[in-house]
């Protein structure tokens, strides 16, 4: 059971459904709580579904690399079969749940959301650092359902949520690939930390996603779907997001990638926290 547990990968689930659970919340006039239900479980299964497909893929690769070699597949505590159906089954459970339950845009979105997760960007690891960008689309599309769940289309608003987690990601996963690019090279996967010796491109990454992300996540104020408190709030964290991306590049080393982490955990949660408090204080 603790091996079935590690294959679905909880705490990235858990993120998936808090999330879609911030969408719905800033874009519902109304809330369903029926609806809510339903459309949280849906978008759960989908993301249960989508790291036990992406785990069964990378297998091999994951046996490799030292951070992922003892997950149950690589370390063969589970068989590839049943991992394999367990995820299909999961995924179709999921995809009927928000068709049946919730509405088909965001069923077709949460779908699309697991096909380019496992069948282009999971193989795309292996190719091209560009990957992290795609990668970073199936990460940002959890927001952007709760919105079309509550009101039934895409909306700008929807477009801004899915612009803020997309930039956030950006920097977030660099850091990452910097802290662990020694294992990402012996796994074969050409992350753009591996080639970049001095960190420069890395770096210079960092800081134009930061930098991009800014705006954007001020953008809900500027739009009036938040208040100013948002507004002063989300510059703050975004300042504070952009210094530690900026910092990255003084040193370029572990201990400016690890705070750089730190910085962007506590951004998304904090800005997130913020929109929700804002929102149901107007």
């Not at 509550?150 to 950006?170: D, H, K, P, R």
């Amino acid at each position: 059971m603790r091996d079935l547990s590690l294959l679905t990968k909880p705490r990235i689930t858990l993120m998936v459904v808090l999330t879609t659970l911030v969408g719905y919340w800033v874009a519902t006039p109304m809330f369903d709580w029926p609806l809510l239900v339903h459309t949280l479980i849906g978008t759960g299964l989908l993301s249960t579904g989508s790291s036990i497909l992406n785990q069964v893929v990378e297998r091999r690769t994951d046996g490799h690399m030292r951070r992922t070699a003892n997950r149950p597949l690589p370390a063969g505590r589970l068989k590839t079969a049943p991992a394999l159906v367990f995820g299909l089954v999961v995924s179709l459970l999921g995809a009927v749940q928000l068709w049946w339950w919730v509405n088909p845009l965001t069923s077709i979105l949460g779908v699309s959301t697991l096909v380019l997760y496992v069948a282009i960007y999971t193989p795309m690891k292996r190719v091209n650092s560009l990957s992290t960008l795609i990668g970073a689309i199936p990460g940002a599309m959890p927001p952007m359902m709760g919105c079309t769940a509550a009101a039934g289309q895409i909306t700008s608003l929807a477009w801004v949520l899915f612009g803020i987690l997309f930039l956030w990601q950006m920097p977030h996963f660099l850091a990452i690939a910097w802290l662990y690019r020694a294992d990402y090279e012996r796994g074969g996967f050409p992350m753009l930390p591996v080639g970049d010796l001095n960190g420069r491109r890395t770096w210079i990454q960092m800081v134009l996603y930061a930098g991009a992300l800014l705006p954007v996540s001020l953008l809900p104020s500027v739009m009036g779907f938040s208040q100013l408190s948002y507004f002063f709030g989300a510059l703050i964290c975004g300042l504070m997001f952009l210094w530690y991306s900026y910092d990255f590049g003084r040193t370029k080393d572990v201990k400016s990638a690890r705070r750089l982490l730190l910085a962007s955990v506590v951004y998304l949660p904090v800005v997130l926290i913020l929109m929700v408090v804002d929102r149901a204080a107007s």
